[in-house]
């Protein structure tokens, strides 16, 4: 079966462009989960949904960042408009239940320049 | 602020050696621990767990102790194996899992042959 996918795996845009990053959950998962990992913060949790809907959005930046669940497999992290500070690997997770065994996607890598 | 603090960002040992990798919190209402392992250009992938009602738990190689009262947990790898050559991240959650998952900044560990 597999993993959970996330698309693109690398991004570099201009400051001030829309940026959409993908993610499908592992087929029967129902949490979904974003992350964005830095150097100095290590991973912090943006957002989680429990059967499409959000549940916690407080580690969500500012309103430039906004996310969704148009089906149950899928969900969509956009950044408008982009800035440097942005620059950095996003993480989508799933999980079935507990929330404990989440289950990572590779990560986006993101560059805004 | 970090709630889950990895003060070693590295560590390094030799093949066969134990790693012990170290973790601390501050939210008295964590009661449940994982460690994440993170390959270059991968998700973590969860490894290891402990609830707050336990000091220790065995997994093969790893194990993990939970000192409650000085809020701090480890991981001891033995023997240490090139293999095990990733970041390594703690994370935590309360209320029996039902709430985020809160990761700290990591360790690199680097075993060497």
């Known amino acids: 079966d597999a993993g959970v996918i996330q698309s693109p795996r690398h991004e570099v845009t201009e400051m001030g462009q829309e940026v959409t990053l993908r993610c499908k959950l592992i087929?029967?998962?129902?949490?979904l989960f974003w992350y964005r990992q830095t150097m100095m913060r290590g991973l912090e949790l943006l957002i989680y949904?429990?059967?499409?809907?959000?549940?916690?959005d407080s580690g969500m930046p500012e309103d430039r960042f906004s996310a969704k669940m148009p089906n149950a497999s899928f969900s969509t992290l956009k950044i408008q408009p982009s800035e440097p500070r942005d620059s950095a690997v996003y993480f989508c997770?799933?999980?079935?239940?507990?929330?404990?065994?989440?289950?990572f996607g590779p990560g986006t890598r993101l560059t805004v320049t | 602020d970090q709630q889950v603090k990895q003060n070693s960002p590295s560590l390094s040992v030799q093949e066969g050696r134990i790693s012990i990798l170290n973790c601390d919190y501050t939210n008295s209402m964590f009661d449940y621990f994982l460690w994440y392992k993170k390959y270059p250009a991968e998700g973590p992938t969860f490894l290891i767990s402990?609830?707050?009602?336990?000091d220790k738990n065995e997994d093969g190689r790893f194990t993990v102790f939970l000192n409650k009262s000085a809020k701090h947990l480890s991981l001891h790898i033995v023997p240490s194996q090139p293999g095990d050559s990733a970041v390594y991240f703690c994370a935590a959650s309360a209320f029996g899992g039902a709430n985020n998952l809160f990761f700290g900044t990591g360790t690199r560990l680097t075993v060497i042959p």
């Open positions: 997770a799933s999980s079935l239940g507990r929330v404990h065994e989440q289950y």
């Open positions: 087929s029967g998962h129902n949490s």
């Open positions: 949904f429990n059967n499409n809907v959000p549940i916690d």
């Open positions: 402990i609830s707050s009602i336990k």
